[in-house]
C-alpha cells in the first residue's frame, strides 16, 4: 500500500498547484498551500500514511457527514428533514431551498446542514460534543500519536464574524419552521462544529464503519449506512459529485479545509489533506490522491 500512497502523493502535490487556498474563512487563509497528509485505513486493521498524517487540520464540512451520522443515531428517519437527493445549486444557495418548498434537499447543502445541526443540538444538548465523540475525541487511546479532535475557537470565530450567508440560511429555515433551536443557540454550534479539527489518521479511522459491511463497527445499522454512502455519492462532493463518481467511483466528502474523505464499502476508507481547492471548491490535490489511490488499489463502487 506504501508504494500506492507515493504515487498518489506526487500525483495529488503536482493538482495542488493548479488550486488556491480558500479565503472564505479568514483563518483558513493563512495555511500554507504547500502541506500535504494522506491516510489509509482498512477494515481488516491495516493503516497506511504519508506526510503530515498526525496533524490537525480544519475539517470544515467533513463534519457534516458525522454530524449526520451521530444524529441518525438519535433519529433514524431524519432524513425527512434532511433530504437525501443531489443538487446542481451551490452549497449555499438560498433559492434552491424555494425552489424545494424550503426543506434542503440533502444533509450536505448548508440549508442541510444547519438542520442536522439543529436537530443533533436538540437530542444530545451538544451537537459538536457528539461529532467529536464519533470522531475518537471523547474515547482515550484511540488518537494514535494524531493531533486531539477538538474545535478551534479561533477558526470559529472568524466563521462567526464573516459567514453572513449561513446566518441568512438559518433564517430562512427558521421563517418556514425548518428548525427548532433559537437561530442564535444554532450558529454557535454549527460553526464550531465546522472549526473542528482532526488528522487524516483520526478521519480514515473514524469513517471505517461506513465500509465495514460485517457491521463489528456498529455505529448505525447496516441499511442506513448503505444510505449514507449513496447520499455521499450523490451530494458529497456537490456539484462535482457526478465529476468524482466518474472518475474515481467511490462515496466522498469534501470540506474548504482541503480535506477529501472517501469510502470504499468492504475495503476502507482513505483521506487526503491538501489545502488548495479547485474551481469546484474541492481540494484539487486531494482529488487527485484519492483518484490515484483508487486506480492502483482497484477501489470502485462500480
Known amino acids: 500500500m506504501r508504494e500506492y500512497l507515493h504515487a ?5 502535490r503536482r493538482a495542488a498547484a493548479s488550486g488556491a487556498v480558500s479565503r472564505q474563512v479568514p483563518a483558513l487563509a493563512e495555511v500554507a498551500a504547500a502541506r500535504f497528509a494522506m491516510a489509509v485505513a482498512t477494515v481488516d486493521g491495516a493503516e497506511a500514511h504519508i506526510g503530515e498524517s498526525g496533524v490537525g487540520f480544519s475539517i470544515q464540512s467533513l463534519s457534516k457527514l458525522f454530524a449526520l451520522c451521530a444524529l441518525l443515531r438519535h433519529e433514524p428517519d431524519a432524513w425527512s428533514a434532511v433530504g437525501w437527493g443531489p443538487s446542481d445549486a451551490g452549497y449555499g444557495s438560498v433559492a434552491d431551498l424555494e425552489h424545494n418548498q424550503w426543506r434542503p434537499r ?3 447543502v448548508n440549508s442541510g446542514a444547519l438542520v442536522v445541526t439543529d436537530r443533533l443540538l436538540m437530542h444530545s444538548g451538544d451537537a459538536v460534543g457528539a461529532t467529536v465523540e464519533l470522531l475518537g475525541g471523547r474515547t482515550p487511546g484511540t488518537l494514535g500519536g494524531s493531533a486531539a479532535v477538538a474545535s478551534d475557537p479561533r477558526v470559529a470565530q472568524s466563521e ?3 459567514d453572513h450567508r449561513n ?27 465546522c472549526a473542528i479539527t482532526a488528522s487524516v489518521r483520526t478521519l480514515a479511522r473514524a469513517a471505517l ?6 457491521g463489528g463497527r ?13 447520499v455521499l455519492l450523490m451530494s458529497g462532493m456537490y456539484g462535482a459529485a457526478g465529476d468524482i463518481a466518474y472518475r474515481i467511483g467511490l462515496p466522498a466528502k469534501s470540506g474548504i479545509g482541503g480535506g477529501v474523505l ?25 482529488v487527485a490522491a484519492i483518484e490515484e489511490f483508487a486506480r492502483c488499489a482497484g477501489w470502485s463502487v462500480f
Open 8 to 12: 498518489a502523493q506526487v500525483r495529488g
Open 218 to 230: 456498529a455505529v448505525l445499522d447496516p441499511e442506513t449506512v448503505r444510505r449514507v454512502n449513496a
Open 160 to 162: 462567526t464574524a464573516t
Open 106 to 108: 440533502n444533509p450536505f
Open 209 to 214: 464503519f461506513l465500509a465495514d459491511r460485517d
Open 167 to 193: 446566518s441568512a440560511i438559518a433564517h430562512v429555515l427558521a421563517e418556514h419552521g425548518r428548525l427548532i433551536n433559537p437561530i442564535d443557540l444554532l450558529l454557535p454550534q454549527y460553526f464550531a462544529q
Open 262 to 286: 472517501a469510502v470504499m464499502p468492504g475495503r476502507g476508507t482513505v483521506c487526503v489533506w491538501s489545502p488548495p481547492l479547485d474551481s469546484a471548491g474541492n481540494s484539487a490535490g486531494g
